[in-house]
């Protein structure tokens, strides 16, 4: 997987590595089981502390996105199934509130916002039953 870090963005390098890693997920860009660079390795390609790379993959694994083994390293988890739970919607209304409200304040339409939103969804493979 090939990351796009923005060092000059408002959003933490931490938050854009776990937002691409599991965008990369939902895409299959990243399969199940998957290993992922080694902690000094990341940091190293992308030219950035071992730290923030540690606190990504920490933070994965504590949401279950990864798998962290001392001798094989860290891996797409094989067996991944992350749940809708009413801490994650909970979340998820506070994290829509906040972009809907400066998007409103910027003057998206709506519709404009709707069809965005349909647009992203679109982009990742249907799951069963769907």
Same mark, same amino acid.
């Given at each position: 997987m090939f990351l796009h870090i923005q060092f000059e963005s408002e959003v933490p390098i931490y938050q854009q590595i776990k937002n691409q890693i599991i965008r990369g997920i939902a895409l299959g860009e990243l399969k199940l089981g998957e290993d992922l660079p080694s902690?000094?390795?990341?940091?190293?390609?992308?030219?950035?502390?071992?730290?923030?790379?540690?606190?990504?993959?920490? *933070?994965?694994? *504590?949401?279950?996105?990864v798998v962290i083994h001392r001798k094989s390293g860290v891996m797409i988890n094989p067996e991944l199934k992350v749940e809708k739970t009413p801490e994650y919607i909970e979340g998820l209304e506070e994290l829509l509130k906040t972009v809907t409200a400066e998007a409103y304040l910027r003057g998206v339409t709506k519709e404009e916002f709707i069809q965005w939103i349909e647009n992203n969804y679109a982009g990742y493979p249907l799951r069963e039953g769907e």
């Open positions: 902690v000094r390795q990341l940091a190293s390609d992308i030219g950035i502390n071992f730290h923030t790379v540690n606190k990504v993959y920490n *933070q994965l694994k *504590q949401e279950g996105w």
